[in-house]
């Protein structure tokens, strides 16, 4: 998920007026942020950032301090919704880690990029108009209230294009063979934009390797499953 996070950020806006935007967009992206200064740090490790542990642990963890500042157990409560909601809008596009030695999950929308391209699109002018209806009629009206929603697509938009220029169309157009147990192996069809149903199955139930013996194909497929 790219701009949806974004997208959440404002529906929480709507709901929960005293929660400044400048906090609630970056708790959004919260996992993204943990994961990319890991990487700066030389520790690529998704379990740390984007597992369901991790998350559950981080959203506590930022839902108390804003308690702790604000005395507002509400907000802080739909603080910890707004990070949580990462693991489940990723879920959707990518694939996400469970827990440490856990299965990796996702729908893989990324593989189709049109498809995400209008789910998040929708999602973005959806949460929009509920952002809008909630601010005061003068404010509505302005038309500078437009750059939000034109914004986040224009990035979506971009954001695409470069995946589908990039990892994620060599992800789709290989044959990327994943072994976990000698039994199981998950197969991405070499057709564009289409994934072997059977393969995936298997992929989910047996979950990725832990081990020495991680293939390089997974390592390609777990970088470009990205938020």
């Not at 997208?7 to 919260?30: D, E, F, W």
């Amino acid at each position: 998920m790219y701009a949806g996070h974004a997208a959440l950020a404002l529906l929480a806006k709507a709901k929960r007026p005293r929660i400044p935007l400048a906090l609630l967009v970056p708790i959004a992206y919260a996992p993204d942020w943990i994961e990319w200064v890991a990487d700066a740090l030389g520790h690529h490790n998704r379990e740390i950032s984007h597992s369901l542990v991790s998350v559950a642990v981080g959203a506590s963890v930022a839902a108390l301090a804003y308690w702790l500042a604000t005395r507002r157990w509400a907000d802080a409560a739909t603080l910890w919704l707004v990070y949580a909601s990462h693991w489940p809008a990723d879920y959707i596009t990518g694939l996400k880690p469970t827990w440490p030695g856990g299965p990796m999950v996702g729908l893989l929308l990324y593989t189709r990029p049109v498809l995400d391209a209008w789910l998040e699109c929708a999602l973005v002018v959806v949460c929009w108009l509920a952002y809008r209806q909630s601010l005061a009629e003068p404010l509505r009206r302005r038309a500078m209230l437009l750059l939000i929603p034109l914004g986040l697509i224009a990035m979506q938009l971009v954001f695409e294009a470069t995946q589908e220029s990039g990892g994620l169309s060599r992800l789709n157009t290989m044959n990327t063979v994943i072994p976990s147990r000698p039994t199981a192996v998950a197969v991405l069809n070499p057709r564009p934009s289409t994934l072997d149903p059977v393969g995936f199955a298997a992929c989910v139930l047996q979950g990725s390797p832990s081990d020495s013996t991680k293939s390089e194909s997974w390592r390609m497929m777990e970088a470009h499953a990205v938020s």
